[in-house]
């Protein structure tokens, strides 16, 4: 898909992300949108997925280690054709497969279940690592936040990856500055992120705008033709990204849009269509 198509595709993942947290009255709208870019490029461009056959052996994997962004993963799924877009409405109802974290033994498409921030990355390295040992050739791709990477479990996971040099191991960092609580600097910043993988041993690019996707393309890119260490793409993002009154705004880190809010938020994105 060409930059153009590939950002039209991630604007109707914003629409859905907006449905669904609004249906459900809660949810983490600010990450979801900001990621959203990501995981679209992941599951239109770069990752070997059939939405026919979601359990496929030789298929990419991916873990969204920040589980608590789950309207972003499953609004690409369902954009993807995983399950249809309708399923997004019933985000977080009684019975739904689609709860407010990742459940891989629910929802198609979803290979890792994830919530407890920082253990995401510890199974991608796993999957990583299993595909060394087994000579399959799937890559493993996982999401992180800034905020999450002040779990003390991320730098163990960091340092077994690089030390066994996993090069099919591709980690994002969605560094968009806020957590649930502030600014990470306030919170306990990470900062600098990319020196510290590289201390970690891993390849890292930095992204100046992680929400374009002739960035995104790049990126992606020079990380499937590095070879002998993992890859950190650190993206700088805009949180509520698409949506004026959540962009930048920690407020919308975990609640959901008013109706109003949601009328807004619509005709907002339905300008960039």
Not at 2 to 27: M, Y
Not at 203 to 218: P, S, Y
Not at 246 to 272: R, S
């Amino acid at each position: 898909m060409s930059d153009d198509e590939l950002k039209k595709v991630a604007n109707e993942v914003r629409r859905g992300i907006v449905t669904a947290v609004h249906a459900a009255k809660s949810g983490h709208p600010g990450g979801s949108l900001g990621a959203a870019d990501i995981i679209t490029y992941l599951y239109f461009e770069e990752m070997n997925v059939d939405p026919a056959d979601p359990h496929a052996a030789g298929r990419d994997r991916f873990v969204l280690s920040k589980g608590h962004c789950a309207p972003a993963l499953y609004s690409v799924l369902a954009e993807r054709g995983y399950f249809p877009k309708e399923d997004l409405e019933t985000l977080r109802h009684i019975g739904s497969h689609l709860q407010g974290h990742p459940n891989m033994n629910d929802t198609p498409g979803v290979d890792m279940s994830t919530g407890s921030l920082g253990q995401g990355i510890s199974a991608a390295v796993g999957m990583a690592l299993a595909a060394k040992h087994w000579g399959d050739t799937y890559r493993t791709y996982c999401l992180l936040g800034d905020g999450e990477i002040e779990e003390g479990q991320v730098w163990e996971a960091a340092m077994f990856a690089g030390n066994h040099a996993l090069d099919n191991l591709c980690l994002i960092v969605d560094h968009n500055g806020l957590q649930i609580d502030g600014t990470i600097e306030e919170v306990n910043s990470a900062m600098p992120i990319a020196d510290k993988f590289r201390a970690f041993k891993f390849h890292v690019i930095e992204v100046a705008d992680g929400n374009d996707m002739a960035q995104l393309r790049a990126a992606f890119a020079e990380a499937r033709a590095t070879q002998g260490a993992p890859t950190c793409i650190v993206c700088e993002t805009v949180k509520g990204k698409g949506v004026s009154f959540m962009e930048n705004n920690v407020g919308w880190h975990g609640k959901a849009p008013n109706d109003e809010q949601f009328e807004q938020a619509l005709a907002e994105l339905a300008k960039e269509a």
